[in-house]
């Protein structure tokens, strides 16, 4: 299994600039989620998803938008890009289990640094 | 309100010497989960540890330990006899059952650990 992958692994917008950063999962995984990491703040929810065609906004989700037409992709679009939204991007994925949406561990992908002038 | 502070947030240690990496959380609920994640320089988050709040028992896995105290809202991690390659950013980490459905993880601010030879 390669777990949970992302691409690309570093990417460098202008203002303005869209973009989509990729996710894919092969763990057949219900629930994916997106992250962002900034210095001194620790992760914070972007966009989380529990089945294709299943979308929810995190704590953080203005300026991304995602969709999930497949279990095993979950993409982000950053339809005009901020300097603010310069950021390392963690995609991670788990398993559902039943109503308890909280109970399994989450994988993280390798992460996606992102720059925007 | 939910909350996790990790209250170091730079420890250096000699190569040997034992070190506690210190987390407090904050919820209502009285069902969660507690993990600690680690980041090494290359980037990337590693699972260490999930522990539901019926849980108390501490845990040891080779030279790691945590120590889990619901009396004081703590879930504190420690590393014996640590490795230059124990050096790395230490993310502790709340998932909530009772009052969320989202399955975000509420990250602390994390500690960057140093091991110097």
């Known amino acids: 299994n390669a777990g949970v992958t992302q691409t690309p692994k570093f990417q460098v917008l202008k203002t303005g600039q869209s973009m989509t950063l990729q996710c894919a999962q092969d763990?057949?995984?219900?629930?994916m989620s997106w992250y962002r990491q900034d210095p001194g703040m620790g992760l914070r929810l972007i966009h989380y998803?529990?089945?294709?065609?299943?979308?929810d906004q995190g704590e953080v989700p203005n300026g991304y938008n995602v969709s999930r037409s497949t279990t095993e992709d979950f993409p982000l679009r950053l339809l005009s890009a901020a300097p603010s939204q310069t950021s390392v991007y963690f995609c991670?994925?788990?398993?559902?289990?039943?109503?308890?949406?909280?109970?399994?561990?989450?994988?993280f992908g390798p992460g996606t640094r992102l720059t925007v002038l | 309100a939910q909350k996790v502070t990790q209250a170091q947030t730079e420890i250096s240690v000699v190569e040997k010497e034992d070190v506690t990496l210190d987390c407090v959380y904050e919820?209502?609920?009285?069902?969660?989960?507690l993990f600690w994640y680690k980041q090494p320089p290359s980037g990337e988050l590693v699972f260490l540890i999930r522990?539901?709040?019926?849980?108390?028992q501490n845990e040891i896995s080779g030279r790691y330990s945590w120590n889990f105290q619901k009396s004081t809202s703590s879930f504190n991690f420690t590393i014996t006899a640590s490795q230059v390659v124990d050096s790395a950013v230490y993310f502790c980490?709340?998932?909530?059952?009772?009052?969320?459905?989202?399955?975000?993880?509420?990250f602390g601010q994390g500690t960057t650990l140093q091991v110097k030879p």
């Open positions: 991670a994925s788990r398993r559902l289990a039943g109503r308890a949406l909280s109970t399994d561990t989450q994988y």
């Open positions: 763990m057949n995984h219900e629930y």
């Open positions: 998803s529990v089945g294709a065609g299943i979308t």
């Open positions: 919820t209502r609920d009285t069902t969660y989960y």
């Open positions: 522990r539901n709040s019926f849980d108390e």
């Open positions: 980490a709340l998932s909530e059952v009772d009052s969320s459905n989202t399955g975000k993880l509420i």
